[in-house]
Each structure stands twice: as structure tokens, then as C-alpha cells.
């Protein structure tokens, strides 16, 4: 297996990606567990087509809030309160622009010291 994952070709095939080549310096034994968990993942049928296609849709849907109220309402049920609700990126984005808008505000009032303040900037 360490010989076809080593060939030129395969080199050539599998490296796609700008983080190098995964099994260059990989040892027999981590080899073999990646060996056994793509076998394993294999029979569960994880690498079936349709599963795939399924499981990227879904990973569409969940980024895209389909399921937001769905899990707001199963941390309610979970944990007795909504204080904490699950969030979302596009919530969480939200409350990051708003808190940098807050953050430039202050400063603009002169209430907060300039980050540039002690590395060499002025204010």
C-alpha cells in the first residue's frame, strides 16, 4: 500500500491540495489505521454517492438556517431556557459587525486608547 501511495502517479493524483502530500512520510501503522477506517467508514456506506450527495445538502441547508428554529426549539426542550439559543454563523457575523461598530464608536468618542498606542503609532 506505502509503494502505490508513494508511486509519481499517485503523487500526481492525490495531491490537490496547497497543504502537501499526506503520505510521503506516513508509517506502516498509520497507514494501515487510515487503511481500516476508510474500509470501515466504506461498509457504513460513507463513501456511497447518494450518502455524499445527502450529507452535502444537508451541510447546505444547515449553513443556509434551514434547521435554526428546529435546534433553537431542542436546546429549549434540553436545557429549560432559550437565553442561550443556538446561534447561527450569520448570527454570530452579526454580532461581531456590531460589536466592531460599538468598539469604533468608542473610540471615535475618545473614550478608548488607540491599539497604535505603544507599538510605535500615535494617536
Known amino acids: 500500500m506505502q509503494g502505490i501511495l508513494r508511486s509519481e502517479k ?19 501503522k498509520t497507514l494501515q489505521h487510515y487503511v481500516d477506517v476508510f474500509k ?4 457504513e456506506g460513507y463513501h456511497d454517492p447518494d450518502w455524499l450527495n445527502e450529507a452535502l445538502a444537508a451541510t447546505e441547508e444547515r449553513n443556509a438556517g ?4 428546529y435546534l433553537n426549539a431542542k436546546f429549549k426542550e434540553e436545557w429549560g431556557s432559550d437565553e442561550n439559543q443556538y446561534y447561527t454563523d450569520t448570527e ?15 473610540v471615535a468618542d475618545g473614550h478608548e486608547e488607540s491599539d ?5 503609532g500615535t494617536t
Open 66 to 69: 434551514v434547521y435554526d428554529d
Open 92 to 106: 454570530d457575523e452579526k454580532d461581531n459587525a456590531e460589536a466592531d461598530k460599538e468598539s469604533a464608536s468608542t
Open 10 to 28: 499517485a503523487i500526481d493524483l492525490l495531491s490537490t491540495t496547497n497543504r502537501g502530500y499526506p503520505f510521503l512520510d506516513t508509517t506502516k
Open 116 to 120: 497604535a498606542v505603544g507599538k510605535g
Open 40 to 43: 470501515k467508514e466504506g461498509a
